[in-house]
């Protein structure tokens, strides 16, 4: 069957489509990237594996005109994969929040609409987005099965006591004030996808999945579930990222906000786009800029990277704490599946918590799937491609086909 996956941002949008035989039998017929959606001239790249890619600058007022765009393309004669837009079966979804409603992926109707846009408080940013992105395929291809895949909907099986901040309850009951955690189909995706290939009962393990890239987040698996992630009400914490904060003392919010006189919309642009790597090393939010940085001598690029290094190891070493031993440590995402430097730095010293990494099979692993500790190492530590856009593409198969 052919499925159309979406992921709609406030101003652009990306799109796959797959010819998908079964989970593991599928072929990528066409992807692209909608940009600069509302601005008075907006462009779509279109990318067909074999072919050049295709480039378009005009107009793209809404998120109903940037669909309209893609859908034509993608039944154009000349550039298009597609005879018509029938032979669409399904359309997957990635949506940002599904608050406390969605423990899995769902077929959208009615009813999870309206829970979405509850949502929208949440993830103020993504969820409008995700919802005009959906509409527009209603609008334009009406009658076609849809799917939402959460970014959240893995995290809903941490215990209460892991999801809780110790704030006053009451913001808890009023605003649903806890942590949610992000990143849920690559944890989910590539933890699977580790015990596949390097036999782990998923459903007999304990995994930790360090998502490493411009947002970065870990998180701790039990038995498939997953029990704590770094990321919390906002994706905003946890590790130092390319420009997020990661996790600060709120006092240093309060204090920051009176000394220099800052808005909220100030001091949101600084913890979000002014923080991480880029404000500590006032180079680059970019790993390899870094690593050029460091070893041209540039001690804030260093001392920005040490840093990320060191947070992703405490977060390993509670993770351990938390599930009381770990089975396998799997590294995705930009930096995790390409930087060696990290990994390296990360697991380094950690023997005594059964960590011993073949540095040459790390050297080695850059974007593929691949085992880089010692036989003797107790703990397993992999590196694992995320395809998030296949999880949605799965998902919406799976649930559309069901009888
Ligand atoms: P993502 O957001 O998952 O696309 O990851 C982007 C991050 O991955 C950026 O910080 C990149 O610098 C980093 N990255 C990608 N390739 C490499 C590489 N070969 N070595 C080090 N970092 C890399």
Request: with cysteine; aromatic share 8%; charged share 20%.
């Given at each position: 069957m052919i499925v159309l996956v979406l992921n709609c941002g406030s101003s652009s949008l990306k799109y796959q489509v797959l010819d998908?035989?079964?989970?593991?039998?599928?072929?990528?017929?066409?992807?692209?990237?909608?940009e600069r959606i509302g601005e008075k001239v907006g462009d779509l790249t279109h990318k067909v594996p074999g072919r050049d890619n295709y480039h378009i600058e005009k107009?793209?007022?809404?998120?109903?005109?940037?669909?309209?765009s893609v859908l034509d393309i993608l039944t154009d004669k000349e550039h298009g994969v597609l005879s018509a837009l029938s032979d669409i079966n399904a359309v997957g979804h990635r949506v940002a929040h599904g608050g406390e409603f969605f423990f899995d992926s769902v077929v959208i109707d009615k009813g999870v609409i309206e829970k979405i846009e509850k949502c929208c408080e949440l993830a103020p940013l993504h969820n409008p987005a995700n919802l005009l992105g959906i509409k527009a395929v209603e609008t334009l291809m009406p009658g076609t099965p849809q799917v939402a895949v959460f970014d959240t909907s893995f995290h809903q099986t941490m215990p209460k006591y892991a999801y809780m901040y110790a704030i006053p309850y009451q913001y808890y009951e009023k605003y649903k004030i806890r942590r949610y955690g992000f990143?849920?189909?690559?944890?989910?995706?590539?933890?699977?996808?580790?015990?596949?290939l390097f036999g782990t009962d998923f459903n007999n393990s304990k995994i930790i999945t360090c998502h490493l890239g411009n947002g970065s987040s870990i998180t701790a698996i039990k038995d498939g579930k997953s029990v704590d992630t770094s990321m919390g009400f906002t994706p905003v914490e946890g590790l130092p990222m390319g420009t997020r904060s990661g996790n600060v003392d709120a006092g240093i919010?309060?204090?920051?906000?009176?000394?220099?006189?800052?808005?909220?919309?100030?001091?949101?642009?600084?913890l979000n786009k002014k923080s991480g790597l880029i404000g500590i090393s006032e180079l680059s939010s970019d790993n390899r800029d870094l690593d050029a940085g460091r070893e041209s001598g540039n001690e804030k690029a260093a001392l920005a990277q040490k840093m990320l290094w060191y947070t992703i190891k405490k977060?390993?070493?509670?993770?351990?704490?938390?599930?009381?031993?770990?089975?396998?440590?799997?590294?995705?995402?930009g930096i995790g599946e390409n930087s060696n430097t990290t990994r390296e730095n990360v697991l380094s010293d950690m023997e005594a918590l059964g960590i011993v990494l073949d540095k040459d099979l790390n050297n080695q692993a850059r974007g593929k799937d691949m085992l880089i500790s010692?036989?003797?190492?107790?703990?397993k530590v992999a590196v694992v491609t995320t395809d998030e856009e296949l999880v949605i593409a799965r998902d919406t198969m799976n649930l559309t086909t069901k009888k």
């Open positions: 998908m035989r079964s989970n593991t039998d599928y072929t990528l017929l066409a992807k692209g990237l909608v107009p793209i007022a809404d998120h109903t005109v940037g669909i309209k990143h849920g189909t690559s944890h989910k995706y590539v933890s699977r996808k580790a015990c596949e919010i309060m204090y920051l906000m009176e000394k220099e006189g800052l808005s909220m919309n100030e001091i949101n642009k600084i977060y390993i070493g509670g993770y351990i704490a938390a599930l009381n031993g770990v089975d396998m440590i799997v590294f995705t995402g010692k036989p003797e190492s107790k703990v």
